[in-house]
Antibody, heavy 128, light 107 residues
């Protein structure tokens, strides 16, 4: 059974870089047709997709966050990470890592994928 | 930017049918997914690729998608179905978008 677990600091100072890691067990980050993504949810608000990295290593970002977000993969540790620079209070949220899966796709079909496994979420507060 | 619009709330009585809509420009040309989220928990996939249901999700959950509207239907709603429901689709092939969410109350 696939399991994802977020880890990282719960408090980040304004203007600093938020860094979170997602540890994956039960699947390989190189599995065909899989994407590994980050989604966040500010308190009381809806979900916001931040970005995803494909099994081929291609990265995709929300245009509204693209200039500040970086997603990287370490297949040797079975982890992928999120970096979000120059944070403000508006970046306070529960951050989820998740797998999205696009069955029967011969390439990077992010638009055919769906988020089938999620981590439990990690609350990150931006405050001085 | 692409937007998905959902009604903020919906109330149904136990045993009734709950219908939650999600509207977006030419949404029927894209795949829609639906997620259930209970307080303090991570979202759970309930419908993917418009109409498909994961094996762990009860048959009372169904979906459709045509024109500008995707619909999540819960037939014979139970108290355990009380939750927030979010639709999701991909814009321009590579940008994920979630709806604002619908809070379903079963009373």
């Amino acid at each position: 059974q696939l399991h994802l677990q977020e880890s990282g600091p719960g408090l980040v100072r304004p203007s600093e870089t938020l860094t979170l890691t997602c540890s994956v067990s039960g699947d390989s980050l190189s599995s065909n047709n899989c994407f590994w993504g980050w989604i966040r949810q500010p308190p009381g608000e809806t979900l916001e997709w931040i970005g995803s990295v494909s099994y081929t290593g291609s990265t995709y970002y929300n245009p509204s966050l693209k200039s500040r977000a970086t997603i990287s993969v370490d297949t040797s540790k079975s982890q992928f990470s999120l970096g979000l620079s120059t944070v403000t209070a508006a970046d306070t949220a529960v951050y989820y890592c998740a797998r999205s899966y696009a069955p029967a796709c011969g390439g990077d079909c992010l638009d055919e994928s769906y988020f089938d496994f999620w981590g439990e979420g990690s609350l990150v507060t931006v405050s001085s | 930017s692409y937007e998905l619009t959902q009604p903020p709330s919906l109330s149904v009585s136990p045993g009734q049918t709950a219908t939650i809509t999600c509207s977006g420009d030419k949404l029927g040309d894209k795949f829609a997914s639906w997620y259930q989220q209970k307080p303090g928990q991570a979202p759970v996939l309930v419908i993917y690729r418009d109409t498909k249901r994961p094996s762990t999700i009860p048959e009372r959950f169904s979906g459709s998608n045509s024109g500008n509207t995707a619909t999540l239907t819960i037939t014979g709603t139970q108290a355990m179905d009380e939750a927030a429901y979010y639709c999701q689709a991909w814009d321009s092939y590579t940008s994920g978008v979630f709806g604002g969410g619908t809070k379903l109350t079963v009373l």
